[in-house]
């Protein structure tokens, strides 16, 4: 007959092994939240969700399995899949219902990545020197993954807000929802399930500068995304036989003359307020010509200067740059076809059709056609109240003492204009603090967030949705 005891003893180590590798073993140094911040980070980091072969319905299914395992009952969290490979989660905290709810918005989809580009693997959280690496760590897993962790915090803690506090993870996101399966979609058949009084979403960060944090930005509205094609056709022939009149030289020199060009200087009160506020953290030659734009009659040298640096050429206008490029159909035939793809950045404000008509008055060539191939999806920037900006500015506070708070126009685009649109103000407001140059790897090589900035931004959310949604 076996022993009791040590039968007792392999099963109490056998379960013990099975609740170590069901819930992670705890890291060093991190609190039980943190752990659980750091997990579900892990799990959607290595799930890819690349928008065009990814699944992003495998992502959503597995937050959705987070949350019950939780506690929440079923019909409060909602994993939906509008087509194959696609996912949307919609879950909810309750309130007492005293005030309308406030709304977490975050994106399940990323953008490609390649192995043989990166020096890690891009769909595994690698930890080295100091960072978390991977598709998405930022843009925009970080988000997604904090909201839900804090919507188990919440649970846990038995907290129970004047709002409901929903999350919203949807789908496509980075193809600005084109196929109409991520935020449209649960706009337009779930509507109910998501209305809220405001939004918090992606957009507006942390900016360090040299490790001190120097800006915390809110981003209330956003520039309008409209790709155009351009195209050069001719009837070709043999390229021992060559003629002046060539597509590609055609399209080539259009895109010359447009590379010199710059869209007049448009300011609106977001911009400008933000240029203010951003005099007062430069060096003083910079501010100088910062304020010498802001003036009445804005001086043109002081303009010049501010274009050459990019950040705050993207916020003085409407930018439009060549992306793709494509030509010919074989090494010795004089090319009948030569195309190119124009990403356009416009101010509110201002119509694409406008925007059209300037690029076929730069290009100066007639051979060239203009097609715009995307819609515009302009919105109507959200106004800062003082309950927003009141919460974030004291909780920023305690968080980077000596960074400004700053309403921020994000050149980039966001799903934030659907909401805008369909009467949900929507603030970009991530807490993350990055350097202003790791921006550039979050469509790029080696995407990364600072360790510590990952686990500080989980704590300002977590407190920052609690002192919007009130109660105790």
Request: aromatic fraction near 6%; glycine fraction near 8%.
């Amino acid at each position: 007959m076996p022993n009791k005891k040590n039968a007792s003893l392999r099963l109490s180590t056998v379960l013990c092994a099975f609740l170590a590798i069901s819930s992670g073993a705890k890291a060093d140094g991190l609190t039980a939240n943190q752990q659980l911040a750091h997990d579900i980070y892990k799990e959607l980091v290595e799930i890819d969700t690349t928008t065009a072969t990814g699944d992003t319905k495998r992502a959503a299914e597995a937050l959705a399995a987070r949350l019950k395992a939780a506690g929440f009952p079923d019909e409060d969290v909602q994993a939906f899949s509008p087509a194959p490979r696609k996912g949307n989660l919609v879950a909810r905290l309750r309130g007492t219902g005293k005030r309308k709810p406030i709304l977490l918005v975050a994106h399940l989809d990323v953008v490609p990545a390649l192995r043989s580009d990166w020096s890690v693997d891009p769909f595994k959280l690698t930890e080295q020197e100091g960072y978390f690496y991977g598709r998405g760590s930022s843009d925009d897993k970080y988000m997604a993954s904090a909201f839900v962790t804090n919507l188990i915090r919440y649970r846990q803690e038995g907290y129970k807000g004047d709002r409901d506090i929903i999350v919203a993870l949807e789908t496509d996101e980075e193809i600005f929802d084109h196929d109409g399966l991520g935020i449209q979609w649960l706009l337009k058949n779930h509507r109910d399930l998501i209305d809220a009084e405001f939004a918090l979403n992606e957009g507006g960060g942390v900016y360090l500068k040299d490790g001190k944090a120097d800006r915390v930005n809110v981003q209330t509205s956003e520039k309008v995304p409209v790709t155009f094609q351009l195209d050069v056709k001719n009837s070709g022939g043999h390229s021992s036989v060559p003629r002046r009149d060539n597509a590609i030289y055609h399209l080539a020199e259009g895109l010359v003359r447009l590379s010199k060009f710059e869209f007049p200087l448009h300011l609106n009160d977001t911009t400008r307020a933000w240029f203010a506020r951003v005099a007062q953290t430069v060096d003083e030659k910079t501010a100088a010509d910062i304020r010498a734009v802001l003036a009445e009659k804005p001086d043109e040298a002081a303009l010049a200067r501010l274009s050459a640096i990019a950040p705050f050429n993207a916020q003085l206008r409407t930018t439009c740059v060549a992306t793709m490029l494509e030509g010919g159909h074989a090494a010795n035939a004089l090319p009948q076809l030569a195309s190119a793809k124009v990403n356009c950045r416009i101010m509110p404000g201002e119509p694409a059709e406008e925007v059209k008509a300037t690029l076929i008055k730069v290009l100066a060539d007639d051979e060239i056609t203009v097609t715009q191939i995307e819609r515009e999806v302009a919105s109507e920037p959200s106004k800062l109240n003082e309950e927003i900006v009141g919460a974030i500015e004291k909780l920023s506070h305690e968080f980077w003492p000596e960074a400004t708070v700053i309403p921020v126009m994000s050149s980039g685009a966001t799903d934030g204009a659907f909401l805008r649109n369909a009467g949900i103000p929507t603030y970009g407001h991530s807490g993350m603090a990055m350097e202003q140059g790791d921006s550039a790897r979050l469509h790029g090589k080696d995407e990364r967030v600072p360790m510590k900035s990952f686990y500080n931004g989980n704590e300002y959310l977590y407190r920052l949705v609690k002192l919007l949604a009130g109660g105790s």
